[in-house]
């Protein structure tokens, strides 16, 4: 017993020590000579006899954690590509729109687009990239609406979880019920942070303004996107912001709702928006209101398709169900 004591204290049941005990040599006879017809009667005893090493638990991951990894590596990444671009735009090296959109949607594949099968993940990147890239030009809001995209990762995985957690309601219509005044509620936290977000970045220039290299290259990209801009009112950037926010927010719900396709046809939509905005400049006010009013349709659709059950229960278990969304906290 004691040269064999590592093999029974891990042991899970019998088999475990029988084919241990096998391996070392241990057939019938040895089995005997402890009043054992078989080595199987002699593992079960042994089993029995030795008491189990503990095992300590894998660390759980803590519902905060799960949600906002994810949310925060996507916010990362998109932002450090914004200010990349704006920093380049003020030193007189504009990116054209086309390659904002290609290193946008690099970026997005590994995040947003995780779990996905190849078809969609290449789709909803080149979404996310083309909103990020031709809503709003290199500087501020750019920045902003970038840092948004992890916002609203966070916020569509936070509803999935609110959702699973109402799955076990006694009925559909009790289940949507509860869920009715979730959407809506997800919405408008998104949207005060996203407006955050934009009154911090368009404030960054002024904050880092005083001698030096930095504030010097801050005065000028701040210079060159009021240049660029200059077309625009203050009011049409923000509608031009919240249109292109609130399309990504729907588009990530219904994207860890097991509703890709219409996330992506939501963001097609988007897309067509922004991209009208840049060819016909001469009516920003026009085409910026139509972005907002694409994505103020877009959600109440959203809203009915993503009461249904189905929409908030569990993946099936894989090897992408981490990157998936989960449904737990």
């Known amino acids: 017993m004691e040269r064999h004591q590592e ?5 899970v049941d019998p088999l475990d020590i029988a084919e241990g005990l096998e391996r070392s040599g241990v057939g019938p006879q040895t089995a005997g000579r402890y009043r054992h017809g078989d080595v ?67 970026v997005a594949v590994p995040t947003v687009g995780r779990g996905l ?3 969609e993940r290449a789709l909803l990147a080149l979404g996310v990239g083309g909103v990020l890239a031709l809503g709003q ?29 109402h799955v076990r309601a006694r009925s559909s219509r009790e289940f949507r019920s509860r869920m009715r005044p979730v959407l809506p509620a997800v919405a408008l936290v998104y949207l005060a942070v996203l407006a955050g977000l934009t009154a911090a970045a368009l404030a960054l220039p002024a904050a880092v303004a005083g001698p030096g290299a930095a504030a010097q290259v801050a005065h000028a990209a701040h210079a060159s996107y009021a240049a660029q ?20 927010l729907l588009t990530l719900l219904l994207r860890h709702g097991d509703r890709t396709p219409t996330g992506l046809a939501a963001l097609a939509a988007a897309c067509g928006c922004v991209g009208l905005a840049r060819v ?49 906290p």
Do not use: K, N
């Open 117 to 119: 099968p190849l078809p």
């Open 137 to 165: 030009g290199a500087g501020p809001p750019q920045l902003a609406l970038a840092v948004g995209v992890g916002a609203a990762e966070w916020c569509a995985r936070w509803y999935r979880h609110l959702g699973a957690g």
């Open 229 to 248: 801009a200059g077309w625009r009112s203050q009011g049409a950037v923000w509608a031009a912001q919240g249109g292109a926010g609130v399309a990504l």
């Open 280 to 328: 016909v400049p001469p009516h920003p006010d026009l085409t910026t209101w139509a972005c907002a009013l694409t994505a103020g349709s877009l959600l109440p659709y959203a809203w009915i398709t993503l009461l249904s059950p189905a929409a908030h229960r569990p993946p099936p278990a894989g090897p992408d169900v981490t990157d998936a969304a989960e449904p737990g």
């Open 40 to 106: 199987f009667s002699l593992a079960e005893e042994l089993h029995v006899r030795v008491p189990r090493r503990a095992v300590e638990p894998p660390p759980v991951v803590g519902a905060w954690q799960r949600r906002a990894t994810p949310a925060v590596a996507a916010g990362a990444a998109f932002a450090a590509v914004a200010l990349l671009l704006w920093g380049l735009r003020a030193l007189d090296l504009p990116v054209p729109p086309g390659a904002q959109v290609a290193v946008f949607t690099a």
């Open 7 to 11: 093999l029974y204290a891990d042991a």
